[in-house]
């Protein structure tokens, strides 16, 4: 769960007192995990501050932000980039240009992960799997990773970085131990007492599975190496249920300088892998019937509040006129106040 | 001038200041950092090294010492830059600055007198290359060592840069924002490419000490030019297409750069007092060699038709009257 509490941020870049500038006025968001929240709202009405305070780009002049029920709104903001993908709007952000995909892959691979100055930054292993999430979004790209990014089009280049932002090595059994006694509302020492009474057990079992697996002599070597990755997948399915530091995907405007038919397709895409991955994710677009076709939730800012928030049957009810309707209300309100 | 005396001055400039070029490089062109530092390293750790050496320190740890001497320089640059938020260029100008002022320091007391810029000479017997007779190898012992230590760093740095926190630092490099997103703590990596880039400054910086017998408080001076012409030089002609192209094409810029340097001033005996000049003009040229080529290129493009077309031609008679 996902949560800012009382944020409020104002920006004043000339140092004159009157140019003051308040982009969220004491905002209270909870995003429940799971969740695929559309945001809309006019410019400069704090959609892609609240985003940039939710990954630590900004940090809020008050207020908390709180990622299940801890707070991190003094983490920097790469060590949150474990637990946040963000796709920004301009397509050359998200990418190094000079790198090949498959680089620019590996990067994001070790994403909240520690970088390791002895080890050979390719493994063919990740190779193939990059191959085969990149079949998925059937580009081309899969034949091309030692291309430069630089030499693709904004369209390519988007839906990469997508990928790059949904992807992540699987955290290992220790961080997700680490993780789950920081992230669960338990007490700490219980949290690893509960975590330690699934996991001694059944690593026991996945050793002593392995031992006779191996000592199996009616079993071919085929057969044996099933066997023992099946042993192994039930044994990291236990320890998965720990895992609570589900990807959180934040996407500014991600399609916004794309042409139309390729913004489509990568809507589509980003759809495709919200649904499978079933990740919370957070969605700005100027685009109001894209905001009512996807997602389950819909939030509207202006000038720093949320003024409208409606989520699954109602929101699926709404239409693009009453979501101008409600634009016009809210510029009304600013203007007799 | 003997022809192999030539070339083994040459190399014997050109091959530490491929260390140089590779120091300015990892900076310059990788975390791009315009960094003002190189100069004040390269004094600080020669320096280190002479200091070093006149205290009959044993060669090999004084050249590591020069070389750590530089990468505090480099420290210092990234500190000022990254934590206390100093512009790039600035923060590299006020380590620079500083550094004379201790280098002087540095010679001052190995001179016995506090802040002379005279110079120390250094026994060859005593340096880095003292264990190969100078008398069997007559001063080729200077270049083989050098080249060694060339390759040696050569090597390490491709390997480096290919793995996972070397590839972190050049995605740094390359687009910080996205760098930062993936969880790439920039400021660690900021500092320690700019690190590495001084402290393989100040290893040439302390090979150089060596080879001259000695440095003085000028004696740093241009070669933070001398760096960048190489990588200019060696990136038009020779390529980037990848890092490994990158490193060995840098290496043998500078090479090139010194071989036309000594053959102005050796050969065709161009007076010292041009010899500026000619550094002005080289870099001018290292600077539009790009344009150059691109012409050259455009150039050829447009003739090369008319004279594939005439040899095609020739071809094709042969073939007709071997046929008949």
């Known amino acids: 769960m996902l949560e800012l509490k009382n944020v409020t941020k104002t920006f004043n870049l000339t140092g004159n007192k009157e140019d003051l500038r308040v982009a969220l006025d004491h905002v209270n968001l909870q995003i429940e995990s799971g969740e695929f929240v559309t945001i809309i709202g006019s410019n400069g009405s704090g959609k892609s501050t609240t985003m940039n305070i939710l990954t630590g780009v900004l940090k809020p002049d008050s207020g908390q932000v709180l990622l299940n029920n801890v707070d991190i709104t003094k983490m920097d903001e790469h060590q949150r980039a474990a637990y946040f993908g963000h796709v920004f709007q301009d397509p050359m952000m998200g990418t190094c240009g000079e790198m090949s995909v498959i680089e620019n892959l590996e990067i994001a691979y070790r994403r909240g992960r520690k970088h390791s100055p002895f080890l050979w930054g390719f493994r063919k292993s990740h190779k193939k799997e990059f191959i085969r999430e990149l079949k998925r979004f059937d580009l081309g790209l899969e034949d091309r990773l030692n291309q430069k990014v630089g030499v693709m089009s904004g369209g390519q280049r988007q839906a990469l970085t997508l990928l790059m932002a949904t992807m992540r090595n699987k955290p290992t059994h220790k961080t997700v131990k680490k993780d789950y006694i920081t992230f669960c509302e338990k007490d700490h020492e219980v949290a690893r007492k509960e975590f330690e009474s699934v996991y001694k057990p059944a690593l026991a079992e996945y050793k002593a599975n392995k031992s006779s697996i191996r000592k199996d002599k009616s079993l071919s070597f085929k057969e044996k190496r099933e066997a023992l990755a099946k042993a192994y997948d039930e044994f990291d399915k236990k320890i998965r249920q720990f895992d609570l530091t589900k990807q959180i995907l934040l996407l500014d405007e991600h399609t916004a300088a794309l042409d139309p038919k390729t913004a489509k397709k990568v809507l589509e895409l980003t759809d495709k892998i919200v649904k499978e991955n079933q990740m919370t994710t957070l969605m700005i677009t100027h685009n109001m019937k894209d905001a009512l076709t996807y997602g389950n939730r819909l939030i509207m800012f202006h000038t720093g509040h949320i003024i409208f928030d409606v989520r699954g049957e109602e929101k699926a009810k709404l239409t693009v006129e009453d979501l101008l309707k409600k634009f016009d209300e809210a510029d009304q309100k600013a203007i007799e106040m | ?324």
């Open chain 2, 1 to 324: 001038m003997d022809i192999t005396e030539l070339i083994r001055l040459t190399l014997s400039m050109g091959l530490p200041c491929c260390l140089l070029a590779l120091g300015v490089f990892l900076t310059f062109r990788i975390l791009d950092f315009a960094d003002m530092t190189a100069e004040g390293s390269l004094l600080i750790g020669g320096a280190a090294c002479a200091l070093m050496i006149t205290k009959n320190v044993p060669p090999l740890i004084a050249t590591f010492v020069g070389m750590l001497a530089g990468g505090v320089c480099g420290f210092i640059t990234g500190f000022l830059n990254r934590v206390l938020k100093i512009p790039k260029l600035l923060s590299g100008i006020i380590t620079m600055t500083a550094s004379g002022s201790i280098a002087l320091l540095l010679f001052g007391l190995a001179n016995g007198r506090i802040f002379a810029s005279e110079i120390n000479g250094i026994d060859n017997s005593k340096t880095i290359f003292g264990f190969l007779d100078p008398k069997i190898f007559h001063g080729w012992q200077q270049v083989m060592v050098v080249a060694v230590i060339v390759a040696i760093v050569l090597a390490v740095a491709y390997f480096f840069f290919g793995t996972e926190y070397g590839m972190a630092i050049r995605a740094t490099g390359i687009n910080e924002k996205m760098a930062k997103s993936q969880g790439i703590n920039t400021t660690v990596t900021t500092i320690i490419c700019v690190s590495i880039s001084n402290a393989l400054i100040g290893l040439a910086g302390a090979l150089i000490a060596q080879i001259d017998s000695g440095m003085n408080a000028q004696g740093a001076t241009g070669y933070l030019v001398v760096g960048l012409a190489s990588i200019l030089i060696g990136e038009t002609l020779f390529g980037k297409r990848s890092f490994k192209n990158a490193l060995i094409s840098i290496s043998l810029g500078s090479i090139l750069y010194f071989a036309i340097i000594m053959l102005a001033t050796q050969v065709f005996k161009m007076p010292t007092d041009l010899t500026k000049l000619l550094y002005a003009f080289l870099i001018a040229l290292a600077l539009c060699l790009p344009m150059i080529k691109q012409a050259i290129l455009k150039l050829w493009a447009r003739i090369s038709p008319p004279i594939k077309r005439f040899f095609k031609k020739l071809f094709v008679r042969k073939k007709k009257k071997e046929a008949e």
